[in-house]
């Protein structure tokens, strides 16, 4: 996989797994202390109406990067394969 490729396959991968932990660990449970409920809904869809319009630009570059490094050897190791059946099930 050219670098440039890797760089943007491990960056969206980052973002979308560590924006995820970043809205269980930190934000939900944030606005679950510091807001009552009428204010905390509101909250959390705009956080995450903005977050999931990147997380599926993020689905999409590790599609197209994985998709190239799959096609670009014949014979992929098999944990290569394991992670794209994984991205899968995750997308």
Not at 42 to 70: D, E, S, Y
Not at 78 to 88: D, H, Y
């Amino acid at each position: 996989m050219p670098p440039i490729a890797l760089f943007l396959h491990l960056a969206a991968a980052i973002v979308w797994l560590g924006g995820m932990v970043c809205m269980v660990w930190a934000v939900r449970p944030a606005a679950q202390a510091h807001l009552q409920p009428a204010a905390r809904l509101p909250l959390m869809v705009a956080a995450l109406r903005r977050f999931f319009l990147l997380v599926w630009l993020c689905i999409a570059v590790l599609w197209a990067t994985g998709g190239h490094a799959l096609a670009a050897h014949a014979s992929a190791p098999a944990a290569w394969r394991a992670m794209a059946g994984i991205g899968l099930v995750m997308s």
